[in-house]
């Protein structure tokens, strides 16, 4: 490996000061609303939920724990509660 790949210990670490956040606790940041870095997936989300016609479906794919259950359920309740009621049978 070339001399100007090898990192030095203190390269491996990043240290925060938490002065430097401003904030004296965590329950004083706002939480997080939507996915964060995902802008092309809720895209195609809502471009595929968008979708009327029948005998379409999606297929989602993550790693487990990384909130796709949640964030799918999060944009179909959003679009429900701007969609008429559909009528009863």
Excluded at 5 to 30: M, V, Y
Excluded at 58 to 77: A, D, K
């Amino acid at each position: 490996m070339p001399d100007d790949c090898q990192l030095e210990a203190t390269q491996l670490h990043r240290e925060c000061e938490p002065t430097s956040l401003g904030i004296e606790t965590t329950a004083e940041i706002e939480p997080l609303e939507g996915v964060l870095g995902q802008s092309d997936a809720m895209e195609a989300l809502e471009f595929g939920v968008a979708v009327s016609a029948q005998g379409y479906n999606m297929f989602v794919l993550g790693e487990p724990g990384s909130g796709r259950v949640t964030f799918v359920r999060q944009i179909l309740q959003a679009r429900a509660a701007r969609e008429d009621t559909p009528p009863d049978w």
